[in-house]
Antibody, heavy 118, light 111 residues
């Protein structure tokens, strides 16, 4: 069964860096569009970033310049490198597979919590 | 970028039908058909319930249906069950940034 498992969350001080990982099984991340979506405590969903199968990457305005999405085809894993973290980045970060033709997220991981606080 | 507006909460009794609206769908080519709905059970990850306005993924109950009229998409749940109690989010694509817009979410309470 295909699934996504995120790791790497934790408590980090403002200005710090963190790298989230999303290990996929049952399908190849390199052949799919993979994305990160976050959810602040008690709030709604917010799209953060996406990496296409051709390695093109896109970011929401608040993430551009601070976050970097990448993938390792051999490890079948997607990453989100987050630098210059701010309190407003505190959220559960979900990895999700984007289906381009339907423009929808058809698979989600369980999420990993990132808390930015001093 | 324009936001998608959903009611904060809706409620219904078991067996009844409810409809959740999502207003602000772009009428350009990127948004007019790419509307999705996600169910998020308490403490869980979102799950896709509807895509392309009205299509159900395999395994999703046919009690869930979607539609769209103008700039408003709707999710209807018929034959409400206690297990349907969750937060529901609509989403649509945009022509620029952000790539995907989500609605603010609607909390469904089954009375």
């Amino acid at each position: 069964e295909a699934q996504l498992v995120e790791t790497g969350g934790g408590l980090i001080q403002p200005g710090g860096s963190l790298r989230l990982s999303c290990a996929a099984s049952g399908f190849a991340v390199s052949s799919n569009y993979m994305s990160w979506v976050r959810q602040a405590p008690g709030k709604g969903l917010e799209w953060v970033s996406i990496i296409y199968s051709d390695t093109s990457t896109y970011y929401t305005d608040s993430a551009r310049g601070r976050f970097t999405i990448s993938r390792d085809s051999f490890k079948n894993t997607v990453y989100l490198q987050m630098n210059g973290l701010r309190a407003e980045d505190t959220a559960v970060y979900y990895c999700a597979r984007w289906v381009g033709l339907a423009r929808t997220f058809d698979m989600w991981g369980q999420g990993t919590m990132v808390t930015v606080s001093s | 970028q324009s936001a998608l507006t959903q009611p904060a909460s809706v409620s219904g009794s078991p067996g009844q039908s409810i409809t959740i609206s999502c207003t602000g769908i772009s009428n350009d080519i990127t948004g007019y058909k790419y509307v999705s709905w996600y169910q998020q059970l308490p403490g869980k990850a979102p799950q896709l319930m509807i895509y392309d306005i009205s299509n159900r993924p395999s395994g999703v109950s046919n009690r869930f249906s979607g539609s769209k009229s103008g700039d408003t998409a709707s999710l209807t749940i018929s034959g409400l069950q206690a297990e349907d109690e969750a937060n529901y989010y609509c989403s649509s694509c945009t022509a620029s940034n952000p790539l995907v817009l989500f609605g603010g979410g609607t909390k469904l309470t089954v009375l």
